[in-house]
């Protein structure tokens, strides 16, 4: 069942939440306004519809943000959401049911259909995703707190603290350093497969997971508040990503400098698994911001980068 979900956004970048009514499966819970796909339609047209007959608006379809599959108990469906940033008519409950407009931000992810929850994630996920080198030497802390600073302030927020050579301790002193500017600007900043790390750190503080974690945990390592990534590499890692994570990397889409010898997924493949995962993907390997544009036309909620990005 193919199912167009619309994202209406307004001047103030609230986004508009329908309540599912009495009688209705997962009453209650509150979702993106549309409905189903019929025969012959395009997507497009199909949301259009929808929303004109939910709604009573005449909506300009603006892009997709995500292609969410899922599954309530034996009965599959592809929940496809997409931006509306302009529409005539006043939104009107005309089935019966709640309308609220809310900040992406301050939307409970719980109140929301478990299927929309993804929508909520991409809505609240930026574009890009800056991970620091590898090979960043032990005595930079200084250097990297002042590069981190100026990222930060001109406008990142999402970043992974990836220090290898550093002990944790050190990264979670970075971090700590960072965050109170970090929560100021609305910014996460996320450490490399340290849970107690960012359990310490609370708010503001995340988590990448690596491969090993996602084969071994059974279930979300952090609170709703604080991001969990997932490093992913195929298609088993992403379907167990769906039950851990708020978003993952897939990589790696081109070739690498740090990785010559690893064979790069490239546009097509990567589109593929996007199109089978049920959160946020982000392309990483060989990125630089110019890929922003190829991310978003595969599916993917953007780039994620490292050696280009600095």
Request: charged share 20%; hydrophobic share 45%; glycine share 10%.
């Amino acid at each position: 069942m193919h199912v167009m979900a619309g994202v209406l956004v307004d001047a103030q970048g609230r986004v508009l939440l329908a309540q599912r009514p009495p009688g209705k499966h997962l009453a209650g819970l509150w979702e993106f306004p549309g409905g189903k796909l019929e025969d012959g339609e395009s997507p497009e047209a199909g949301l259009v519809r929808e929303l004109r007959e939910e709604l009573g608006v005449d909506a300009a379809v603006d892009e997709p943000l995500i292609r969410v599959p899922w599954r309530y108990g034996e009965r599959p469906l592809l929940l496809d959401a997409w931006t509306v940033r302009q529409w005539r008519g006043q939104p009107a409950p005309l089935e019966g049911q709640a309308l609220q407009w809310r900040h992406p931000a301050d939307v409970d992810l719980l109140q929301l259909a478990p299927a929309d929850r993804p929508i909520l994630r991409a809505l609240q996920l930026p574009r890009r995703y800056l991970i620091t080198p590898a090979d960043a030497p032990l005595d930079a802390f200084d250097e990297w707190r002042e590069r981190l600073v100026a990222v930060i302030a001109a406008g990142e927020r999402l970043l992974l603290l990836r220090f290898p050579s550093w002990a944790p301790e050190r990264v979670r002193e970075l971090a700590a350093a960072l965050l109170p500017m970090a929560r100021e600007h609305g910014a996460h900043l996320l450490l490399s497969g340290d849970v107690p790390g960012a359990l310490a750190l609370g708010a503001g503080a995340g988590v990448q997971l690596k491969g090993h974690q996602l084969a071994t945990l059974t279930e979300r390592p952090l609170p709703l508040g604080q991001w969990v990534g997932a490093s992913c590499h195929d298609l088993v890692e992403l379907e167990r990503a769906k039950v851990l994570a708020d978003f993952a990397t897939l990589s790696p889409v081109a070739a690498t400098a740090s990785h010559p010898d690893a064979p790069a997924l490239g546009w097509s493949a990567f589109q593929t698994m996007v199109e089978m995962a049920a959160l946020p993907v982000y392309a990483l390997g060989g990125m630089t911001w110019a890929d922003v544009g190829p991310a978003r036309r595969a599916g993917g909620q953007g780039v994620a980068g490292i050696r280009g990005f600095w």
